[in-house]
């Protein structure tokens, strides 16, 4: 099993590419179980409705920095650890390197302090690897209208933040994966979903994980 992570600016084609994962995994009688944050459990899914719903106090950066931070430590421990314990694939839209991005980054809390908290939540969970959908801030925000004219949803508080925090987003993303690149895979965001889902195979077979079975963890953390 391995735990993958996929972060991006918003509009950059998560989940795309994680439903193109799970039909890899499909066919190679893989089990996973995809799952996003903020939330993944019942609990989890609350925090989210607490963060993200419209027309309702704006949290201060320390509050909103734990109320993520509290949404994943019920994940971990109730969701992501127990499907990892069952030798599952956990496929999770976002983890701890969106506190960093957007709280730290975008924010402007001190990495060390989102490090801390992300640690304490996480109990030292890393993911075995992050893919970062790298994409434009510009073209991020142009996806996002369009979206938001296809569904007539309004943008939450976090996405209707200027250019400049969204910019200082996607340095943080760059600079995480810049730092561990045996853990991160940047995948540029504006190629096709078919070349992206491609990439992402060829990635997986150069490391050895897609068999019929993956037994033990690429890497510690667990
Ligand atoms: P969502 O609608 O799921 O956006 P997306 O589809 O782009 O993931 O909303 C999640 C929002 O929460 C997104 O704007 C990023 C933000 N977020 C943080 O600010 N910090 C975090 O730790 C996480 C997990 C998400």
Redesign the pocket.
């Known amino acids: 099993m391995a735990f993958i992570v996929f972060e991006g600016?918003?509009?950059?084609g998560?989940?795309s590419l994680m439903r193109e994962l799970t039909k890899q995994l499909d066919g190679l009688n893989i089990a996973w179980v995809e799952t996003?944050?903020?939330g993944g459990t019942r609990l989890g899914d609350e925090i989210r409705e607490l963060?993200?719903r419209q027309g309702s106090e704006i949290p201060h950066p320390r509050t909103?920095l734990l109320l993520?931070e509290a949404s994943?430590a019920q994940h971990v421990e109730t969701f992501i650890r127990p499907n990892l314990g069952q030798k599952k694939w956990v496929l999770c839209?976002?983890?701890?390197a969106?506190?960093l991005a957007?709280?730290g980054g975008?924010r402007a809390i001190s990495t060390e302090e989102v490090i801390w908290l992300n640690r304490f939540a996480t109990q030292g969970l890393q993911a075995d690897l992050t893919i970062l959908l790298d994409l434009s801030v510009e073209i991020s925000m142009k996806r996002q209208k369009n979206r938001q004219i296809q569904t007539s949803q309004p943008a939450?508080h976090?996405?209707s933040k200027n250019i400049a925090f969204h910019e200082k987003v996607r340095q943080s993303f760059l600079d995480q994966a810049r730092q561990e690149p045996n853990r991160w895979l940047v995948l540029s965001a504006e190629k096709s979903p078919q070349e992206l889902s491609l990439e992402l195979h060829h990635e997986l077979r150069l490391r050895r994980w897609l068999f019929k079975r993956f037994y033990s963890r690429p890497s510690g953390g667990l």
């Open positions: 600016l918003d509009g950059s998560k989940t996003r944050e903020p963060l993200l909103e993520y994943r839209d976002r983890y701890s969106s506190s957007f709280q975008g939450n976090i996405k």
